[in-house]
């Protein structure tokens, strides 16, 4: 029986090769190389637990080869060596939710601990994903802290300063040099709390040091070669069983650590999925680490124009909370949202028959939702026809209906499958397909394991449909890296009525997530900049001291989100529509190519903005630039931009306020614009020229 099944285990390595245009995965021997036309990975097979042998990238044609092989995932200090072995390869066609890709499937056992790691590899992606998942029993994973380095001896110590065990790694890759240069970029979420949601910190790496973050660049100052780590994950500040760290490095050694789990989260008959990882490759400079990493988040969900591109209005900005929504209130507004040029309309908390924490009526809760059966139908007081007149008003007038939903969290969300099940029965009857979720808390394996199978099952009942607006503000959540395949991100929450809106604070929240979140991902507020002027006084801030089209304007990289009520507006903000208009025409281009922040950091008096990189491939770069110029007192400045130094470029205006101009492209990008007014903007598409 055993010789049996060593032979059949055998079969199937030497069958696991197969090429998916681009993609393959190949077994030669003890080698199993991963791989497509970008990026190529070969292992060590020892047993199935792989050691990375060598990492290449194909477009410079650099290989690093690894100094001394270990296991790339590390759980055990005793168990290193993997059996029973097996891969298998399976060519996953292409859905609504993600283009096709490879799968490559290693499972192998380590003691009384079977593991599964599934690599995804995109055709024309320079970078490898893997998931891993866990079965089984285990004692105790290995390492319970990560080293400090103010408990050492010094350097004249020399056995002290041997590494010693770390927390389980997930990945790792052991190259040769003494001069990597590393960045390590931790983000944060939460924002009724953050207002800065980006940190980096560069290091020359030396000895064994930990780093926070969810990315971790790293490039070798010998040859220029580089490489990313990714951390799929929540933010470092609010993932699960944390060591305060996401990243160790030491000299040529780099890894991932952190597993989101302990060995109590491991269950002997199920998998159990642990954080996942990426890793990718570049040569260069900063832009070809940013368009690598921007290759892959752009394969993670497709993109698509009718479903993916919204301008919505939320009326919850206003604060009236669940005071006004009714059947009466949502038809006036869609006729006011349709003079905006509005083409999603989100109720939010109020319209259902169960009452929340938020309700300015009656006091309510999220626990124990389904004690009331009818929680989430149509408050029939509100709405005693049901939400069918405002989703047919909203048809008829070119706005899609969209609701707030906010599952039962008590027991890590052990109702799952009724929440589920009521958002497939929305769809269902109203044909409503997008819903902002909000309310999640996320503090045990469990209930991340539980809040997938909500969405999960959603998506396959709906055909993948359904998308989510996913909550960002409040809690123990996914962050910007997890949980991306199901929509965009609902940032934050800003009211005048608190003084916490500041145009510039929203543009710079902005900012600097696009270097490394996709902009087209997160949805972005303007409030109605008429309410609460005195509260602002005479700061030079205030909302009121830009224009309406302005507030728009700093949305547009992202997904616009009028966070007000239609109805509280004065007719002068109507005038809004032309800019709306103009943009729907651009919108789905714009937000198809890879945008990146230029210019300076938005501080209420700089000159910022984005650019689209839409074409790299011709020698004839094209896209967009959007360019905002704050209250400063300069008509026209020198901007920096992912631009080609020395090429000429002509940019033509397609929104805002600007002239077509030619020019020659400076240092580090720079171009040469003009903007005659105080908290202005412009759009252009831009054309390189051939040489």
Known sequence: MKRQTVTLIMFFIIASTFAQKTCYCQQNGDTLIIGNDLIERKFIWNGGNLMTYSLSNKASGK?????????????SKTEKTGTNGLCRTEAVTATDIHPAYLKATVTFTLGALDIQRIYRIYDHCPAIACDTYLKGTMNRISGEQNENSADHKNIEFAEDMKSKAV????????????????????????TDWNNNLVTERNAIIYRKNNYRGNLFFVRNGEDNNGFFFLKEAPCSSVQLAYKDADFIAEFGKFMITGLGLTETDIR??????????????????????????RNYQKNIRTHLQERDEMIMMNTWGDRSQDTKVNEAFCLQELERAAKLGITHFQIDDGWQTGKSPNSATAKGSFKNIWDNKDYWKPNIDKYPHGLTPIVERGKKIGIEICLWFNPSVQNDFADWNKDAEALIGIYRKYGIRIFKIDGLTIPTK?????????????????DNKVMFNLDATASRRGGYHM????????????????????????????????????????????????????????????PANYSFEYLFATTMAGQPLAWMEASNLPDEAFKL?????????????????????????????SWTGFQSICDQVNKAPSGYLLIYREDNDQDETWIETWLPEGKEIICTPVLGNGKTMNSIIGRKGSIKVTLPQKNDFVMYQYQVKKN
């Open 268 to 293: 002997e008959d199920e998998w159990t999925r642990t954080y996942s990882c990426v890793t990718g490759v570049y040569t260069g400079d900063e832009l070809e680490a940013l368009t690598a990493l």
């Open 577 to 605: 529509k032309k800019l709306i208009e103009q943009y729907k025409k651009l919108q789905y281009n714009f937000h198809q190519g890879i945008i990146l922040p230029i210019g300076d950091e938005p501080s209420g008096r």
């Open 483 to 542: 949980f991306n395949e199901y929509g965009n991100i609902f940032l934050e929450n800003r009211y005048t009525d608190w003084k916490n809106y500041y145009p510039y604070w929203t543009l710079r929240n902005l900012w600097m997530l696009a270097k490394y979140v996709p902009a087209e991902k997160l949805q972005i507020e303007f409030l109605n900049k008429w309410r609460n002027t005195q509260k602002y006084s005479n700061e030079p801030f205030a």
């Open 167 to 190: 927390t389980a790694i997930l990945d790792q890759l052991n190259f040769k040099g003494q001069h990597w240069h590393a960045k390590a970029v931790e983000f944060w979420d939460v």
């Open 446 to 462: 469990t209930s991340e394991i539980n809040l997938r199978k909500l969405f999960d099952k959603v998506l396959a009942e709906t």
């Open 63 to 75: 290989i690093e080869l690894v100094t001394s092989p270990l296991p790339d995932f590390l759980i």
